[in-house]
């Protein structure tokens, strides 16, 4: 043991001693005045670890020192509660100290302070249960100017993870940090450092015949976040660490925990044999055991231990008939494989996704498990977790990770889980304003087809939501933009779970629609399929590209059916929009009294990068014209001729003897 | 052989003959001037279709492109590889080696370029319509009526390197693929060439020095346009050819340029070869018209409207046969329905104006005088009808005289 008194915890479920030997005490500078003018000053935020091979013998520590001044009153209620997580399930909590300076006074409450134990289960909303615990650190009479000077030891490590070691420090956070540390002491001479998003690399010296490698940053700026942008542009950086020399070497870390057909029982083996004489074929056969693991299998994450980590085996599963994300992908894999279909559980991110690549190779990136089916030539990325799937194969929603570890593949590094980005959702718009005359109200009929992802969102919609509700919102949602709308009957739906296409009905009527001076008429024309699909960044001035989300497709037809033949100035020459990110292209036509808008998006990628956003907000605002605007019509009396036309064919009709007509 | 054959080709219709001097009197006070477009044109176009945006801009830039004899610009628009890899497939034979075939084909492609406008681009051109079928759109256009009659064309466009381009194209009227055509044409080539130096191995194979004479005197009288020798050499040519459409469709099209009783013939030994066929409705209109055969027309016409959909000059040539036979309501009838199909063609109303006039509906046909200065701003007044005698006593009327006082 390297300084740590080897006792169980109390009671209090912590223990309060010394820092360990192998820490080193970092100074800081109390006087240093703060710029920032947030609510906390960080003097120092120092992180060290000791983490040596025979982790039986000494368990890995993690050691944190923070110094903090409260600077306001909303310092005050931020900062005075302390916040350690940790898992009792192989951790300890060591309690070293915890200082309030005052006025260069010090006292140490670290035995007196009062502490409450919290399982949080922060995730708990996910149906994910982790069993991780925060001590509450509640320290009395802080007050504005207080330093409060902190430090504790986490004992122990997932032992699913074995012998090797990794991690990552942050480089930078949102606020100041006047002095910022980190260090690792390790016997193992295997470990790589890689600094992501600052050129940093930490120093190597032997401290008591062990390798320390240790970082020291000074006045370390905030980040400033732009927001919606994707993990692999963030501004912040870290510094990781890991002593997998490969992804190949993750992969095989990986690989023992994932043999699901060995430990296939006569259960599992049953349910195989029954869905294969339900299906009609393979491919068959892959979506029903994708739907069966989906909904069948209650998602219930009890990621407590090595649980974290190692899938229960599918048997459990299915006996138990509910598992987390990596329960469903083995189970899924052992279906599959029993029937002799190739298919793998694949790690992959579902925070990180494209980011994955910028670390170094570690297990402890992902966090979340789908499952790699090679077929027939293609390759599918199934998500046993996913509901409100349904089509063929070859129709399912997708979601894009960015990369995936699959687990035992032949190719046993990272891989892209696509190509190419893959156009997520497509959606269909078919929208008819119908008139009787100009003095009547419209009638306003929708028909939205959605596939893809879109339909899965919708599906979702309709089975969660009441009728009444969804029609109700949408409503609300077109009243918006029309004025006097109400609905004229009611919200009606197809989900064609074949071809997983979701189609909407609506029908609305809306009153004192048009506009009318002497020969002319107004209305306005809303195209309200895209109002929502591609939206502005809240933050314009941005340092980080913008994340739009994964290419998709909206098409749209608007058909303005006039009560009669109308004399409009259009100019009928198809418009293109287009940016590196999108192409939003529109044409007008008129013919037989009917006024067509047909148009077109399509989002290309999924950021938009800093270098385009100039163009990218220049093209929205210009597109942005067409999704609102008013038409102007002559009618009857103003189209030349137009009498003239009427008389004469009324005649004609008289010569060719048909005057009942 | 290859070098000035063009095979493309407006066919003409007597009874379009008939129909245009009628319209040509009338057409002959017309002002000069092109009457600006309406503000009604987009009142009536033909019923729209679900149209593939790219597909039918492009359908509209091939007419604009006809109507004002762009070759370039057409030839922008062409993506001959299928039609040339047809002809190249129908040159497959040992005597012609690859560089010699793609030669020949070289001088085709550049022959087709040369001529698609001198053989289509006489007139004005429409899109009548336009339909997207998967990765094709098939974009109908029609020329205007004219005294060389009318064609109509549907050309088959595909998505070539993000562009849509005309990749082959058929004359509805004669009921002939482009590519079919040229294959079966260099097919035939190719086959008498090789004949003469390979041995035949079945009868059908077994051609007469004479025979192959006979084939290519044919194709030189086409190549020169020369009406009295292609009649010769037709009537010298095998079985073997005068069986297929494609020589007699040549013959047909030889003759339309003469009106010396040639181009009935010329009709006559098609219908009598290939008459039974129904497809062929429209093209001999012309000789059911003249033989009185009002009824087939009709029907040959009706078809060909099922084909093409709805155009206000099938409805003009339906009235013009109505009228032939005395059918006066028939005519009114047909005359009302080409309005009601396209209320802006403006031929409809010429050839009203005449037979309102000849069957003495004075104050009718002031109406379509009102129709024709008011929507097509055609600067009408009581000059434009002095030169001819079959308004003479339209001018006298009560109703004329009150219009041409009114524009006065």
């Given at each position: 043991m390297v300084g740590l008194a080897q006792m169980e915890p109390t009671e209090k479920g912590y223990l309060v001693d010394r820092a360990p030997a192998w820490v080193t005490e970092q100074s800081y500078d109390a006087n240093k005045t703060s710029?920032?003018?947030?609510?906390?000053?960080?003097?120092l935020v120092d992180q060290q670890q000791h983490v040596l091979q025979d982790q039986k013998l000494v368990p890995p520590q993690y050691h944190y020192h923070f110094v903090i001044r409260i600077l306001n009153s909303a310092g005050l209620s931020q900062s005075s509660q302390l916040h350690i997580t940790f898992n009792p399930a192989y951790q300890t909590l060591h309690l070293h100290s915890l200082k309030i300076i005052r006025n260069g006074e010090t006292r140490d409450v670290a035995d007196q302070v009062y502490v409450r134990m919290v399982q949080q289960e922060q995730q708990l909303a996910s149906d994910i249960h982790d069993g991780l615990l925060t001590a509450v650190l509640i320290p009395e009479d802080i007050r504005v100017g207080d330093i409060i000077d902190y430090s504790y030891t986490i004992e122990g490590r997932n032992p699913i993870f074995g012998t090797h070691h990794f991690g990552n420090y942050s480089l930078n956070w949102a606020v100041p940090v006047d002095k910022m540390a980190m260090r690792v002491v390790t016997d193992s001479s295997r470990f790589s450092f890689r600094s992501v998003g600052i050129e940093l690399k930490p120093t190597m010296a032997r401290f008591g015949g062990l390798n320390e490698y240790k970082l020291v940053r000074m006045d370390v700026p905030a980040v400033i976040d732009d927001g919606e942008t994707s993990l692999e542009y963030t501004r912040y950086a870290w510094m990781d660490f890991s002593e997998y020399p490969s992804w190949q070497a993750v992969n095989r870390w990986a690989a023992h925990l994932y043999d699901g057909v060995s430990t296939a029982n006569d259960d599992v083996k049953a349910l195989a044999l029954k869905l294969r004489q339900q299906a009609t074929s393979e491919q068959d056969y892959i979506t029903r055991a994708l739907f069966f693991v989906q909904n069948e299998i209650r998602y219930v994450g009890l990621e407590l231990g090595v649980n974290s980590h190692r899938p229960r085996a599918p048997g459990e599963v299915l006996q138990k008939r509910y598992g987390d994300c990596k329960d469903k992908s083995l189970l899924l894999t052992t279906l599959l494989q029993l029937q002799g279909i190739d298919a793998w559980p694949a790690l992959v991110s579902s925070v990180a996704r494209y980011s994955v690549m910028r670390n170094l190779p570690s297990p402890g990136v992902f966090d979340h498990v789908v499952t790699l089916v090679e077929f027939n030539g293609k390759r599918y990325w199934l998500d046993g977790t996913r509901l409100y799937q349904a089509g063929r194969l070859d129709n399912l929603g997708i979601a894009d990770f960015g990369y995936a570890l699959v687990v035992g593949h032949r190719n046993q590094e990272l891989q892209r889980m696509y190509e190419t980005l893959p156009i997520a959702s497509l959606v269909e718009v078919e929208e008819d304003i119908l008139a009787d005359a100009f003095n009547q109200p419209v009638t306003l009929k929708i028909k939205s087809v959605y596939h893809g992802n879109a339909a899965e969102m919708r599906r979702y919609q309709f089975q969660t939501v009441p009728l009444d509700n969804i029609k109700r919102n949408y409503l609300e949602y077109f009243s918006r933009y029309y004025k006097n709308m109400s609905a004229e009957s009611a919200l009606t739906y197809e989900d064609d779970t074949e071809r997983n296409r979701f189609v909407v009905y609506e029908t609305y009527r809306i009153d004192d629609y048009w506009k009318r001076g002497n020969a002319l008429v107004q209305n306005k024309i809303f195209n309200l399929s895209y109002i929502e699909a591609l939206k502005a960044p809240t933050v314009r001035q941005r340092q980080s590209p913008y994340y739009l989300g994964l290419p998709r497709r909206v098409n749209s037809v608007l058909r303005l059916h006039y009560p009669e033949s109308v004399t409009i100035n259009l100019d009928e020459t198809p418009v293109s929009i287009e940016n590196p990110a999108f192409k939003y292209t529109y044409q007008d036509r008129y013919a037989d009294g009917v006024y067509t808008h047909r148009s077109s998006l399509n989002v290309l990628q999924k950021d938009v990068a800093v270098n385009d956003m100039d163009s990218f907000l220049r093209a929205l605002d210009q597109i942005h014209n067409d999704w609102e605007y008013t038409l102007t019509v002559g009618v009857a009396a103003s189209v030349p001729g137009r009498q003239e036309l009427q008389t004469l064919k009324a005649r004609l009709k008289k010569l060719a003897g048909k005057n009942h007509d | 052989m290859t070098n000035d054959l063009s095979p493309f080709g407006r066919r003409w219709s007597g009874l379009l003959i008939l129909s245009i001097a009628m319209l040509l009197s009338a057409c002959a006070t017309q002002p000069d001037s092109t009457p600006p477009l309406s503000a009604v044109t987009a009142m009536a176009q033909p019923p729209s279709q679900r149209e593939d945006d790219a597909g039918a801009n492009t359908c509209r830039e091939i007419a604009r492109d006809l109507s004002h004899h762009d070759s370039a610009a057409l030839n922008g628009k062409l993506d001959l590889r299928l039609i040339l890899q047809q002809v190249f497939s129908a040159l497959d034979s040992q005597l012609l080696d690859a560089t010699q075939r793609q030669k020949l084909v070289a001088q085709l492609e550049e022959q087709i370029k040369s001529k698609l406008v001198e053989n289509y681009g006489e007139d004005n051109w429409d899109m009548l319509r336009g339909y997207a079928d998967g990765d094709r759109y098939l974009c109908l256009l029609r020329t205007d009526m004219s005294n060389q009659g009318v064609s109509y064309v549907e050309f088959d466009l595909r998505m070539v390197d993000g562009r849509m381009q005309i990749v082959d194209w058929i004359d509805l009227v004669q009921e002939q693929r482009v590519s079919e055509m040229f294959r079966e044409l260099f097919g035939d080539i190719a086959t008498m060439l090789e004949s003469s130096t390979k041995p035949a191995t079945?009868?059908?194979?077994?051609?007469?020095p004479q025979e192959r004479l006979d084939f290519f005197e044919f194709l030189k009288a086409v190549r020169d346009q020369d009406s009295s020798r292609i009649f010769t050499a037709y009537d010298r040519l095998s079985w073997r050819f005068k069986q297929k459409p494609l020589y007699a469709l040549l013959v047909v099209k030889a003759a339309s340029a003469h009106g010396d009783g040639l181009y009935q013939k010329a009709l006559k030994n098609f219908e009598q070869r290939f008459g039974g066929e129904d497809h062929y409705g429209i093209l001999l209109i012309d000789l059911y018209v003249e033989e009185r055969r009002y009824e087939q027309a009709i029907l040959g016409l009706k078809r060909f409207r099922d084909k093409v959909g709805a155009d206000p000059v099938i409805d003009i040539l339906l009235a013009i046969i109505e009228r032939e036979q005395g059918h006066s309501a028939s005519f009114y009838e047909h005359c009302l329905q080409a309005i009601n199909v396209n209320p802006n063609y403006v031929q409809t109303y010429w050839l009203l104006l005449d037979q309102l006039v000849a069957d003495r509906h004075y104050d009718d046909a002031v109406l379509v005088l009102n129709v024709l200065t008011s929507m097509f701003n055609f600067a009408l007044s009581e000059h434009h009808f002095e030169a001819d005698e079959k308004y003479q006593a339209f001018r006298k009327s009560e109703a004329f005289r009150a219009w041409a006082l009114d524009r006065a």
């Amino acid at each position: 043991m390297v300084g740590l008194a080897q006792m169980e915890p109390t009671e209090k479920g912590y223990l309060v001693d010394r820092a360990p030997a192998w820490v080193t005490e970092q100074s800081y500078d109390a006087n240093k005045t703060s710029s920032a003018s947030q609510g906390t000053q960080y003097l120092l935020v120092d992180q060290q670890q000791h983490v040596l091979q025979d982790q039986k013998l000494v368990p890995p520590q993690y050691h944190y020192h923070f110094v903090i001044r409260i600077l306001n009153s909303a310092g005050l209620s931020q900062s005075s509660q302390l916040h350690i997580t940790f898992n009792p399930a192989y951790q300890t909590l060591h309690l070293h100290s915890l200082k309030i300076i005052r006025n260069g006074e010090t006292r140490d409450v670290a035995d007196q302070v009062y502490v409450r134990m919290v399982q949080q289960e922060q995730q708990l909303a996910s149906d994910i249960h982790d069993g991780l615990l925060t001590a509450v650190l509640i320290p009395e009479d802080i007050r504005v100017g207080d330093i409060i000077d902190y430090s504790y030891t986490i004992e122990g490590r997932n032992p699913i993870f074995g012998t090797h070691h990794f991690g990552n420090y942050s480089l930078n956070w949102a606020v100041p940090v006047d002095k910022m540390a980190m260090r690792v002491v390790t016997d193992s001479s295997r470990f790589s450092f890689r600094s992501v998003g600052i050129e940093l690399k930490p120093t190597m010296a032997r401290f008591g015949g062990l390798n320390e490698y240790k970082l020291v940053r000074m006045d370390v700026p905030a980040v400033i976040d732009d927001g919606e942008t994707s993990l692999e542009y963030t501004r912040y950086a870290w510094m990781d660490f890991s002593e997998y020399p490969s992804w190949q070497a993750v992969n095989r870390w990986a690989a023992h925990l994932y043999d699901g057909v060995s430990t296939a029982n006569d259960d599992v083996k049953a349910l195989a044999l029954k869905l294969r004489q339900q299906a009609t074929s393979e491919q068959d056969y892959i979506t029903r055991a994708l739907f069966f693991v989906q909904n069948e299998i209650r998602y219930v994450g009890l990621e407590l231990g090595v649980n974290s980590h190692r899938p229960r085996a599918p048997g459990e599963v299915l006996q138990k008939r509910y598992g987390d994300c990596k329960d469903k992908s083995l189970l899924l894999t052992t279906l599959l494989q029993l029937q002799g279909i190739d298919a793998w559980p694949a790690l992959v991110s579902s925070v990180a996704r494209y980011s994955v690549m910028r670390n170094l190779p570690s297990p402890g990136v992902f966090d979340h498990v789908v499952t790699l089916v090679e077929f027939n030539g293609k390759r599918y990325w199934l998500d046993g977790t996913r509901l409100y799937q349904a089509g063929r194969l070859d129709n399912l929603g997708i979601a894009d990770f960015g990369y995936a570890l699959v687990v035992g593949h032949r190719n046993q590094e990272l891989q892209r889980m696509y190509e190419t980005l893959p156009i997520a959702s497509l959606v269909e718009v078919e929208e008819d304003i119908l008139a009787d005359a100009f003095n009547q109200p419209v009638t306003l009929k929708i028909k939205s087809v959605y596939h893809g992802n879109a339909a899965e969102m919708r599906r979702y919609q309709f089975q969660t939501v009441p009728l009444d509700n969804i029609k109700r919102n949408y409503l609300e949602y077109f009243s918006r933009y029309y004025k006097n709308m109400s609905a004229e009957s009611a919200l009606t739906y197809e989900d064609d779970t074949e071809r997983n296409r979701f189609v909407v009905y609506e029908t609305y009527r809306i009153d004192d629609y048009w506009k009318r001076g002497n020969a002319l008429v107004q209305n306005k024309i809303f195209n309200l399929s895209y109002i929502e699909a591609l939206k502005a960044p809240t933050v314009r001035q941005r340092q980080s590209p913008y994340y739009l989300g994964l290419p998709r497709r909206v098409n749209s037809v608007l058909r303005l059916h006039y009560p009669e033949s109308v004399t409009i100035n259009l100019d009928e020459t198809p418009v293109s929009i287009e940016n590196p990110a999108f192409k939003y292209t529109y044409q007008d036509r008129y013919a037989d009294g009917v006024y067509t808008h047909r148009s077109s998006l399509n989002v290309l990628q999924k950021d938009v990068a800093v270098n385009d956003m100039d163009s990218f907000l220049r093209a929205l605002d210009q597109i942005h014209n067409d999704w609102e605007y008013t038409l102007t019509v002559g009618v009857a009396a103003s189209v030349p001729g137009r009498q003239e036309l009427q008389t004469l064919k009324a005649r004609l009709k008289k010569l060719a003897g048909k005057n009942h007509d | 052989m290859t070098n000035d054959l063009s095979p493309f080709g407006r066919r003409w219709s007597g009874l379009l003959i008939l129909s245009i001097a009628m319209l040509l009197s009338a057409c002959a006070t017309q002002p000069d001037s092109t009457p600006p477009l309406s503000a009604v044109t987009a009142m009536a176009q033909p019923p729209s279709q679900r149209e593939d945006d790219a597909g039918a801009n492009t359908c509209r830039e091939i007419a604009r492109d006809l109507s004002h004899h762009d070759s370039a610009a057409l030839n922008g628009k062409l993506d001959l590889r299928l039609i040339l890899q047809q002809v190249f497939s129908a040159l497959d034979s040992q005597l012609l080696d690859a560089t010699q075939r793609q030669k020949l084909v070289a001088q085709l492609e550049e022959q087709i370029k040369s001529k698609l406008v001198e053989n289509y681009g006489e007139d004005n051109w429409d899109m009548l319509r336009g339909y997207a079928d998967g990765d094709r759109y098939l974009c109908l256009l029609r020329t205007d009526m004219s005294n060389q009659g009318v064609s109509y064309v549907e050309f088959d466009l595909r998505m070539v390197d993000g562009r849509m381009q005309i990749v082959d194209w058929i004359d509805l009227v004669q009921e002939q693929r482009v590519s079919e055509m040229f294959r079966e044409l260099f097919g035939d080539i190719a086959t008498m060439l090789e004949s003469s130096t390979k041995p035949a191995t079945h009868y059908w194979e077994l051609f007469t020095p004479q025979e192959r004479l006979d084939f290519f005197e044919f194709l030189k009288a086409v190549r020169d346009q020369d009406s009295s020798r292609i009649f010769t050499a037709y009537d010298r040519l095998s079985w073997r050819f005068k069986q297929k459409p494609l020589y007699a469709l040549l013959v047909v099209k030889a003759a339309s340029a003469h009106g010396d009783g040639l181009y009935q013939k010329a009709l006559k030994n098609f219908e009598q070869r290939f008459g039974g066929e129904d497809h062929y409705g429209i093209l001999l209109i012309d000789l059911y018209v003249e033989e009185r055969r009002y009824e087939q027309a009709i029907l040959g016409l009706k078809r060909f409207r099922d084909k093409v959909g709805a155009d206000p000059v099938i409805d003009i040539l339906l009235a013009i046969i109505e009228r032939e036979q005395g059918h006066s309501a028939s005519f009114y009838e047909h005359c009302l329905q080409a309005i009601n199909v396209n209320p802006n063609y403006v031929q409809t109303y010429w050839l009203l104006l005449d037979q309102l006039v000849a069957d003495r509906h004075y104050d009718d046909a002031v109406l379509v005088l009102n129709v024709l200065t008011s929507m097509f701003n055609f600067a009408l007044s009581e000059h434009h009808f002095e030169a001819d005698e079959k308004y003479q006593a339209f001018r006298k009327s009560e109703a004329f005289r009150a219009w041409a006082l009114d524009r006065a």
